[in-house]
């Protein structure tokens, strides 16, 4: 075994070694700044079982012979290397293929049919590169692959329906082009999938029922496609899920209450080989903290979040949510939901972001929110609330105008208006009663110029009438005159100093 991984050597791959040194079963030379196009050895090298020349500068195609000069290869990683052109269709000859990495170069055309020989195969990563075509029906049934990477690339067409892995534990394919339903996409159900990543493509329909029943999932991403229709009940059974993101599609209907979700980072996988779930060899992607955030390796096992932003949803946002202590993203923006916010919120004691803009809700900001001491991002703007702004105490004292705009009854700072004013005691008993209602605190302003403009119309109202009907105007003047005299003969009596002359 020679391991020169992340030495800056430079030049091109030392072919030499493999000749010299027949006996090497293992070959490590990630990041070591190779460039120039690769080198094969001079004969075939048939005890070499690893090899890893990722991250390095070849930038040209790879030899198309390089599957028969190293046919005992369990695992083969070229990642981040430039490569481009086609895939050599040699590969098939490394039957005892595992572990196969070509993402993030720049391959063109199709899989090649020749994958469907490596029977080994349990990882498969072509992610990042201008791979196009469909996604062959023969990837469904080869019996030992685990996970499967075909993310940003150029595949379109349907999925194929005869999928029958009863080892499959990753699927990813987001950031392509695939279309129609989910409905009948897979043959049979996977026990032991964990990770679904279907996000931006160009899918349609509902979501299927039958997810419901992937008891092991743990990552379900379907967002940025075109599905409709209500989230399935039966969507409540996965007790695992640790990511969901249904966001930008056009789903409809109340939120479910019974949905569940909390980071497993220690979840055993079923039957996991050694290329496990648990290094999570792809990545997933998230909108939180009002930016895209991509989460590879073992960190992506401690995220948990749901977001159901950019669709249809309507009725108030479940109480029970308060329930997901675990979790560190929810965005419910940009849907038509009504009701308050809940109070059952400040049990979400690790949550870092959370959204819920662009909604229809009312009353005031909980006070209870700021006790969510690890909240780094907040905003509930273009909404109905109304009351006053939670001081600016702990992380609440962080967050920007722009987490409030849209509220035309919100007050309070970092807004603008009434910013600095003080609230009368009045107010402050008001303010406690409406908080326990819900309901927002008057804003006086608004009060004030209300009040005016009604005792205006009182007036003129009553001037209209007198001026229209001499009847009624004739009983005003002599109810003026009435009250003339009495208060006249008041003074007299009650004060004789003062003389009054009529």
């Known amino acids: 075994m020679i391991d020169l991984s992340n030495i800056k050597f430079r030049g091109r791959f030392p072919y030499w070694l493999l000749d010299n040194n027949t006996n090497l079963e293992k070959l490590y030379l990630a990041n070591t700044s190779l460039s120039r196009p690769l080198q094969l050895p001079i004969r075939s090298h048939i005890n070499l079982s690893r090899l890893d020349i990722s991250h390095n500068s070849f930038h040209g195609r790879i030899p198309t012979q390089i599957g028969a000069y190293f046919p005992s290869l369990t695992e083969l990683k070229m990642s981040r290397s430039g490569f481009h052109g086609i895939i050599p269709s040699s590969f098939g000859n490394m039957s005892l293929l595992k572990n196969l990495d070509l993402s993030n170069n720049q391959f063109s055309s199709c899989i090649p049919s020749s994958f469907e020989n490596l029977s080994s195969l349990e990882n498969l990563d072509l992610s990042n590169n201008q791979i196009s075509g469909i996604i062959p029906n023969w990837i469904g049934n080869m019996p030992s692959l685990f996970i499967l990477t075909l993310s940003d690339n150029d595949i379109s067409g349907n999925l194929p329906s005869n999928f029958s892995l009863s080892s499959i534990s990753e699927i990813h394919l987001s950031r392509n082009r695939i279309q129609g339903s989910l409905e009948h996409a897979f043959f049979r159900r996977f026990d032991l999938l964990t990770v679904l990543d279907l996000s931006h493509n160009h899918m349609t329909g509902s979501i299927p029922s039958w997810i419901g029943g992937l008891s092991q999932l743990g990552y379900l991403l379907l967002s940025n496609n075109s599905f409709e229709g209500e989230i399935p009940i039966q969507l409540c059974k996965l007790n695992y899920l640790s990511i969901m993101d249904f966001s ?33 060899e792809g990545h997933l992607e998230l909108i939180t903290k009002s930016i895209s955030l991509s989460y590879e390796g073992k960190v ?16 108030s946002i479940p109480l029970e949510f308060g329930n997901l202590s675990e979790i560190k993203l929810l965005n419910l923006s940009y849907n038509s939901l009504i009701g308050s916010i809940p109070t059952t919120f400040f049990n979400l004691s690790q949550i870092e972001s959370l959204d819920l803009s662009n909604n229809k809700l009312q009353g005031s900001i909980p006070l209870e929110l700021t006790k969510l001491y690890s909240l780094a991002a907040f905003n509930v703007s273009y909404n109905n609330l109304s009351g006053r702004i939670p001081e600016g105490v702990a992380q609440f004292g962080t967050f920007g105008e722009s987490s409030y705009l849209g509220n035309p009854f919100l007050y309070g700072c970092p807004l603008p208006k009434n910013c600095s004013a003080r609230e009368s005691p ?11 209602e819900s309901m927002g605190l008057i804003d006086m302003e608004v009060f004030y110029v209300s009040f005016g403009v009604a005792y205006l119309m009182v007036l003129l109202g009553i001037a209209a009438v007198l001026y229209i009907n001499p009847y009624w105007r004739r009983i005003w003047f002599y109810y003026v005159q009435v009250s003339i005299d009495n208060y006249y003969y008041f003074i007299i009596d009650n004060f004789p100093k003062f003389k009054f002359q009529r």
């Open 248 to 280: 930008h599609n056009k789903l409809t209907g109340h939120i479910h209450p019974c949905l569940k979700c909390s980071s497993n980072p220690d979840r055993p996988f079923l039957n996991a080989p050694d290329i496990s779930s648990l290094n999570m």
């Open 300 to 315: 992506a096992t401690y995220i948990s979040g749901i977001d159901f932003s950019g669709n249809n949803f309507t009725g």
């Open 426 to 436: 009045l107010l402050i008993s008001r303010a406690s009663t409406h908080n326990s």
